[in-house]
């Protein structure tokens, strides 16, 4: 069946400005780390980047070793994109990195140039592309230095395999040299990418300031805690489910039975708001305007449409907020 792009797409989403770039993303993007490898079904993957797009969601987030297998979700990614999305390439945000390990010896890990420039030449080949629009250092390398690779960014923007870069998993201290690397290269930094959640906010100690200060942007990944944030897992582990997955990176070392108890409390809260867990968890994200972007994931349609109904109400009132604090802390 051939793919027709929703028509009425853009008046569905709000678009933020990505720090002082001439970017803008819309609230929610699109993440494919699971859900789109070997071991997925391609109708259903397909599906969900179709309702994405006729959303308004322009941004797609993949990196070399997403899958399972590593690089199945860029292929797949990829043949989508040329069989329904080839005439609305120059609409779309794609973004790929590199930083964990991808193959072996010693140059299919961490921040080399000789790394990130061969892991980006295979990622546009599994994808079909020309060029990303986001080209990200994955993870800091403590080996590597910082000058060499932010000097890799650096020359693939000037080689035109990417048109932005950005960083993800640096701390403050690492973010600040790298970000001051980069201008004096003249390759300014787009966006920062960040575990952030209600259950992770090692963010609020300086990032966040440190991002608003530096005019980059803020796309926290993992926003629903990988699933825990959500009603799914308040009455035991469904077998569909990430957690259940042997592939799946949700296990009982992260969902403890002490965070399990707050996500009850946590939804008693979203229901008196009217809003589902995962809805409440993206609207407590998008509250803060320096977050510019909120990266989910999801397994199904339904999941996204249901994700998606955060944009609605985005308000809380200070009571709520405290109340969700008391739970977070408690
Ligand atoms: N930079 C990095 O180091 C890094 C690391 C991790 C992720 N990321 C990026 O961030 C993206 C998102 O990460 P994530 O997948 O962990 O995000 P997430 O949004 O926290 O979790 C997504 C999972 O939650 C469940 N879910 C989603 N929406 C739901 C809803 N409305 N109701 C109930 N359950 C729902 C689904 O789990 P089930 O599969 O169980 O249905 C889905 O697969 C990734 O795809 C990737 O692009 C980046």
Redesign the pocket.
């Known amino acids: 069946m051939n793919y027709q792009a929703s028509v009425n797409r853009y008046q569905k989403m709000n678009y933020r400005r990505c720090g002082n770039s001439g970017i803008q993303l819309p609230e929610i993007s699109l ?5 789109f490898g070997d071991v997925d079904d391609y109708d259903n993957y397909r599906s969900i980047l179709h309702f994405a797009f006729d959303n308004g969601i322009t941004h797609f ?3 070399n070793n997403y899958g399972p297998p590593p690089g199945s979700a860029e292929a797949h990614f990829g043949e989508i994109l040329k069989r329904d999305f080839a005439n609305h390439r120059d609409e779309l945000i794609i973004s790929t ?1 590199a930083g964990y390990y991808m193959w072996e010896g010693p140059y299919g890990d961490w921040g080399s140039k000789k790394y990130l420039i061969s892991s980006l030449d295979q990622s546009l080949k599994r994808m079909q592309l020309d060029y990303v629009d986001i080209f990200y250092h ?2 800091p390398d403590p080996d590597t230095p910082l000058e060499e690779t932010m000097a890799a960014l650096d020359l693939i923007v000037r080689q035109g395999k990417a048109l932005y870069v950005g960083l ?2 640096y701390k403050t201290s690492e973010f600040n040299q790298a970000v001051a690397i980069l201008k004096d290269l003249g390759t300014p930094c787009l966006i920062h ?1 960040p ?1 952030y ?1 209600m259950f992770e906010r090692w963010v609020e100690d300086s990032l966040l300031d440190t991002l608003e200060e530096q005019k980059v942007g803020c796309i926290p ?7 825990l944030l ?3 897992y308040l009455h035991g582990i469904p077998e ?4 259940a997955k042997p592939h799946g990176f949700l296990n009982e070392q992260y969902a403890t039975p002490d965070k399990i108890e707050k996500v009850k409390k946590l939804n008693v809260i979203a229901q008196r708001r009217n809003q ?1 867990l ?1 809805q409440m968890a993206i609207a407590w994200l998008l509250k803060d305007p320096r977050i510019t972007t909120v ?6 349609v339904s ?2 449409a ?2 998606l109904q955060s944009l609605d109400y985005l308000i809380f009132e200070s009571t709520e907020l405290a109340e969700i604090e008391t739970i977070l802390h408690s």
Do not use: I
């Open positions: 993440g494919l780390w699971h859900n987030d993949l990196a990195k994955h993870r993800s998993n990418q575990k959640s990944f993992s926003p629903l805690a990988q699933g959500t009603d799914k569909d489910s990430r957690w589902t995962a990266l989910v994931g999801a397994s199904k999941q996204l249901d994700s």
